[in-house]
């Protein structure tokens, strides 16, 4: 490969992509069958949560999220003073 | 002194910065996952661009003006922001003055910018109208990237699908 991409003035994992790339065989065999593992999982989704998301805009959800992302701050900084408080 | 809001993710001003320079783009991951309804927090935004010689100049240009880092890499790397840099990697986890930005080239199971638009939609979300991984495509992705911290996102995926599919349009 180092002398593919030296005569080509490129990195070797750059080299390496560009020749990968069309070569790569694009069929994702991956199974969406029901996985039991999934399935357990699904039991404890909050559903309520999810009707109450589907009701809402996307602009509604990202502003949601926006609020959940200040408030996870909020949070962490109120666990760091208190953490330093106690120190 | 405030503190600066470094775990929220200006999710407007990154959309419309990316659709103003004209970045050929799609929504996938967690934002993808919210736009669909998910209720989980995230806090970055994931995207996979086209690696077309334009559109990664588009990108280098609209980042520029805001501060893109390599996430969690010790500060004074020498760190370029430019084409070549995107060029020579694929994806790139980032900081930026906006929030944490993923740029992805390829994602497992889906492929690149181009195999994935046939599976995206179009979404309008603070007057920006841009391209989000569709559901079923985010949960292939999901389950082929085969991580057990995701088991939990694809439960609530597929939930979300099952629950989608109940409703009456």
């Known amino acids: ?87 | 002194m405030p503190e600066p809001d470094r775990g929220v993710t200006d999710l407007k001003a990154i959309l419309t910065l990316l659709r103003d320079a004209g970045v050929e783009f799609i929504l996938v991951g967690g934002l993808a996952a919210t736009a669909h309804g998910s209720a989980r927090l995230t806090r970055d935004v994931d995207i996979v661009y086209a690696r077309t010689p334009e559109n990664m100049a588009r990108l280098v240009a609209a980042l520029a003006p805001h501060s893109p880092y390599l996430r969690g890499a010790p500060p004074g790397l020498p760190f370029r922001w430019d084409a070549e840099t995107i060029r020579r990697g694929l994806n790139f986890t980032l900081t930026t003055s906006l929030g944490s930005l993923d740029l992805l080239g390829e994602i497992t199971g889906g492929g690149l910018y181009r195999d994935l638009l046939p599976e995206s939609v179009e979404v309008t979300v603070f007057g920006v109208t841009c391209r989000c991984l569709d559901l079923p495509a985010l949960i292939r992705v999901k389950r082929a990237a085969g991580r057990p911290r995701d088991l939990e996102v694809i439960a609530e995926l597929e939930a979300l699908r099952e629950e989608r599919d109940r409703r009456p349009e």
Do not use: H
């Open chain 1, 1 to 87: 490969m180092r002398p593919i991409a030296e005569a080509a003035g490129r990195c070797q994992p750059a080299c390496a992509w560009d020749m990968m790339v069309p070569a790569m065989a694009r069929t994702y065999d991956i199974s969406l069958d029901p996985d039991p593992v999934i399935e357990a999982y699904k039991k404890d989704v909050d559903r309520t949560l999810l009707r109450e998301n589907l009701k809402l805009t996307v602009e509604e959800r990202f502003l949601a999220l926006m609020a959940l992302q200040r408030t996870a701050e909020e949070m962490q900084r109120a666990g760091a003073r208190s953490r330093r408080n106690r120190s």
